[in-house]
């Protein structure tokens, strides 16, 4: 079946600019997470959701970025006045459910802020 | 600060050889942990995983196996292919913080034909 998408692929911007990624999460499942990997690094966790509800935000690393998942599927993770330290790779998992499931992670979301 | 390591960053090994990938973690309140696979261009890719009350699990060529005394654990994949070249990353999870996976820096894998 079909796995995590996420786009655009790419993204480039200049800084200040607002940038929205989307994740498409496996149909079915009940947890979404946002990481986001540097190169040559482990993903890092930035955020969460069981369903709708947003469990945990505390690796958002500023409140410049935020996410939601109004209707308990896609998400979107925005960043705002995008700045140079933001370029990374933007990585989305689901999971069937929440605890000790498998995460499967989608292709990312490649970010250059200009 | 706590974290999950790995020991080698680069491993080179013959095809057909077998090969070890290491991980140290340093909580030991992590109950999970998850090996993942990560080929140049694309999303990590889950292997194999371990609950904390197992000292071993086996899958396709690859078995991993958790020392708790020592906070250690490791992937072993058997017969090494060409297909397996890749960075290999271990992640624990940490029951008591949530769902959330906490990854190590990555073992780049090499296998030579």
């Known amino acids: 079946g079909a796995g995590v998408s996420q786009s655009p692929r790419y993204k480039v911007t200049k800084r200040g600019q607002d940038v929205a990624l989307r994740c498409d999460p496996i149909?079915?499942?009940?947890?979404l997470y946002w990481y986001r990997q540097a190169l040559g690094q482990g993903p890092e966790f930035l955020t969460y959701?069981?369903?709708?509800?947003?469990?945990?935000k505390s690796g958002l690393p500023n409140d410049r970025f935020s996410a939601e998942r109004p209707e308990g599927s896609i998400s979107t993770l925005t960043i705002q006045r995008t700045e140079q330290r933001d370029s990374a790779m933007y990585r989305c998992?689901?999971?069937?459910?929440?605890?000790?499931?498998?995460?499967?992670f989608g292709p990312g979301t490649r970010l250059l802020v200009l | 600060g706590e974290s999950v390591g790995l020991h080698l960053p680069t491993l080179s090994v013959q095809e057909g050889d077998n090969s070890i990938i290491n991980c140290a973690y340093s909580?030991?309140?992590?109950?999970?942990f998850i090996w993942y696979k990560q080929e140049s261009g694309k999303g990590p890719q889950f292997i194999i995983d371990i609950r904390s009350n197992m000292d071993k699990r086996q899958g396709q060529r690859v078995t991993v196996l958790l020392n708790k005394t020592v906070k250690h654990l490791s992937l072993q994949i058997a017969a090494t292919q060409p297909g397996d070249s890749a960075v290999y990353f271990c992640?624990?999870?940490?029951?008591?913080?949530?769902?959330?996976?906490?990854f190590g820096g990555g073992t780049r894998l090499m296998v030579k034909p």
């Open positions: 992640a624990e999870n940490r029951g008591y913080a949530g769902n959330m996976l906490t």
């Open positions: 959701f069981n369903y709708e509800a947003q469990q945990d």
């Open positions: 998992a689901s999971s069937l459910r929440g605890g000790h499931e498998t995460q499967y």
């Open positions: 909580n030991s309140a992590s109950d999970y």
């Open positions: 149909s079915g499942h009940v947890s």
